[in-house]
């Protein structure tokens, strides 16, 4: 029987969707937003849950966007794998003038990763899904 596409259907999605990122208070919603940070320690990145569902690990990459033979690029910078909703970000990765941004990916599919077991997969019978959220680009002044 031939699939029928003419009528939409809702399927509810399972992951959860992360809210836009913050760094050190500051929510990094608004393209070049200028920052003053504290270099004297260790800034928070964090994020709110904006859509409920599961996640078994969060994936927070900092991209640098760059020139590069004549392309504007985002090259990553610094990756992190957790389990909560926030990460330390070392201030010494962020360079005054630079612009930046964030992206957080939730994924599930892996039950047991809560224990270090990145290998476990729970596919087939539980699903396998990701979502991202990009930050806004950000540079800091100091």
Wanted: proline residues 8%; charged residues 15%.
């Amino acid at each position: 029987m031939p699939a029928d596409c003419s009528v939409p259907a809702d399927i509810a999605g399972s992951i959860a969707i992360a809210g836009v990122p913050s760094l050190a208070g500051t929510t990094l919603a608004t393209d070049n937003q200028m920052l003053m940070i504290d270099r004297s320690h260790d800034l928070d990145l964090t994020w709110q849950v904006a859509a409920a569902g599961r996640t078994d690990y969060w994936v927070v990459t900092l991209f640098a966007v760059v020139a590069q033979g004549g392309a504007t690029v985002p090259v990553p910078k610094r990756r992190w794998y957790v389990t909560d909703t926030h990460v330390a970000l070392d201030p010494a990765l962020l360079a005054p003038g630079t612009p930046y941004f964030v992206q957080v990916t939730a994924f599930e599919g892996f039950p047991d990763v809560g224990a270090g077991d990145l290998r476990t997969s729970g596919f087939p019978g539980a699903p396998y899904a990701t979502s991202q959220q990009p930050s806004a680009i950000f540079q800091v002044s100091n």
